[in-house]
């Protein structure tokens, strides 16, 4: 299995503009998660589905992240519009049995909004 | 809020000693604690999961205890090579849900 494929690895983009990250999850996993990582504030959790299905988004820090999962095997997390503040390394991972068992992360997408 | 703490001072130790990390909790215990390793620019790689009602766990060189009395949990790696060299991470489940909660990792640096 190739594992969990994120794209872009790396996205450069100014002010305002909208930016969409991908992920593809490995086959056969139900959950899929968004995480973002700051040297702040570390790995945090913004949403996870389940079965394709959003189930808690209670981490997503603004109206301007939205995240969408239409198959099995894909799902996007955009941000509209961009700010500076959203500079992080976000990663996507999946697991097969949930946030209790072991998650697979991607490489990660790095985002520099200047 | 129920809190995972992991000692932010990166750790240096010499080649073939034994690495200790420490990962504490607050508030109630929780149900799994998990310890994935993360490499510079890439993802974090999962390595171990102990539920509360064990009290270590073995893989290999590495070997995870859990103390819900002290509320922690220790992550050894003994005969520790410079390949070892990472960030080490530990996450909480608590049940109700299927969120974990990261700290915010501790760097150890295995030193020829």
């Given at each position: 299995d190739a594992g969990v494929i994120q794209s872009p690895r790396h996205e450069v983009t100014e002010m305002g503009q909208e930016v969409t990250l991908r992920c593809k999850p490995i086959s056969g996993h139900d959950y899929l998660f968004w995480y973002r990582q700051t040297m702040m504030r570390g790995l945090e959790l913004l949403i996870y589905f389940n079965n394709n299905v959003p189930i808690d988004d209670s981490g997503m820090p603004e109206d301007r992240f939205s995240a969408k999962m239409p198959n099995a095997s894909f799902s996007t997390l955009k941000i509209q519009p961009s700010e500076p503040r959203d500079s992080a390394v976000y990663f996507c991972a999946s697991s097969r049995w949930g946030g209790a068992y072991e998650q697979y992360f991607g490489p990660g997408t790095r985002l520099t909004v200047t | 809020s129920q809190k995972i703490e992991q000692n932010s001072e990166a750790l240096n130790i010499q080649e073939g000693k034994t690495a200790t990390l420490t990962c504490n909790y607050t508030n109630y215990s929780p149900a799994y604690l998990q310890w994935y390793r993360q490499d510079p620019g890439r993802g974090p790689v999962f390595l171990l999961l102990i539920?509360?009602?064990?009290?270590?766990?073995?893989?290999?060189?590495?070997?995870?205890?859990?103390?819900?009395?002290?509320?922690?949990?220790?992550?050894?790696?003994?005969?520790?090579?410079?390949?070892?060299?990472?960030?080490?991470l530990c996450a909480r489940f608590t049940g109700g849900g299927n969120k974990l909660t990261f700290g915010t990792g501790t760097q150890l640096k295995v030193e020829l």
């Amino acid at each position: 299995d190739a594992g969990v494929i994120q794209s872009p690895r790396h996205e450069v983009t100014e002010m305002g503009q909208e930016v969409t990250l991908r992920c593809k999850p490995i086959s056969g996993h139900d959950y899929l998660f968004w995480y973002r990582q700051t040297m702040m504030r570390g790995l945090e959790l913004l949403i996870y589905f389940n079965n394709n299905v959003p189930i808690d988004d209670s981490g997503m820090p603004e109206d301007r992240f939205s995240a969408k999962m239409p198959n099995a095997s894909f799902s996007t997390l955009k941000i509209q519009p961009s700010e500076p503040r959203d500079s992080a390394v976000y990663f996507c991972a999946s697991s097969r049995w949930g946030g209790a068992y072991e998650q697979y992360f991607g490489p990660g997408t790095r985002l520099t909004v200047t | 809020s129920q809190k995972i703490e992991q000692n932010s001072e990166a750790l240096n130790i010499q080649e073939g000693k034994t690495a200790t990390l420490t990962c504490n909790y607050t508030n109630y215990s929780p149900a799994y604690l998990q310890w994935y390793r993360q490499d510079p620019g890439r993802g974090p790689v999962f390595l171990l999961l102990i539920r509360e009602n064990e009290k270590e766990k073995r893989k290999e060189r590495l070997k995870v205890t859990f103390d819900t009395t002290l509320k922690q949990s220790l992550f050894h790696i003994t005969a520790s090579q410079p390949a070892d060299s990472a960030t080490y991470l530990c996450a909480r489940f608590t049940g109700g849900g299927n969120k974990l909660t990261f700290g915010t990792g501790t760097q150890l640096k295995v030193e020829l």
